[in-house]
């Protein structure tokens, strides 16, 4: 069973930074894609962030880029999202996502419907 299990959320200032990690099992890490979404109150869930199963592509959505970077430690199964510049419409729950295997690819990161196992979400809240 794929269990992904997110941590690093918490309350920040504006213009501070956060780490969010994505510990995974139940699934070959390096075999398929990992995405971070995140989701506001009365907003549906958007796509922040993608890696391809190599690590060697990524994808931003239009609010990350610049400020989000995402990576993965394919030994240690995790992924990360390192976010900086933070701005109060940034707060939201954080989920991250991986993908089903026979879906990845570089050009279907930012489609969500291509993850099929998805974490509990982690919280980040920026204050202005």
């Known amino acids: 069973q794929v269990q992904l299990v997110e941590s690093g959320g918490g309350l920040v200032q504006a213009g501070g930074s956060l780490r969010l990690s994505c510990a995974a099992s139940g699934r070959t890490f390096s075999s398929t894609g990992m995405g971070w979404f995140r989701q506001a109150p009365g907003k549906e869930r958007e796509f922040v962030a993608g890696?391809?199963?190599?690590?060697?592509?990524?994808a931003y959505g239009d609010s990350a880029k610049g400020r989000f970077t995402i990576s993965k430690d394919n030994a240690k199964n995790t992924v990360y999202l390192q976010m900086n510049s933070l701005k109060p419409e940034d707060t939201a729950v954080y989920y991250c996502?991986?993908?089903?295997?026979?879906?990845?690819?570089?050009?279907?990161?930012?489609?969500?419907?291509?993850?099929?196992?998805w974490g509990q979400g982690t919280q980040v809240t920026v204050s202005s």
């Open positions: 996502a991986t993908q089903d295997p026979y879906r990845s690819s570089t050009y279907t990161l930012t489609e969500k419907g291509t993850y099929d196992y």
């Open positions: 890696i391809s199963r190599g690590g060697r592509s990524t």
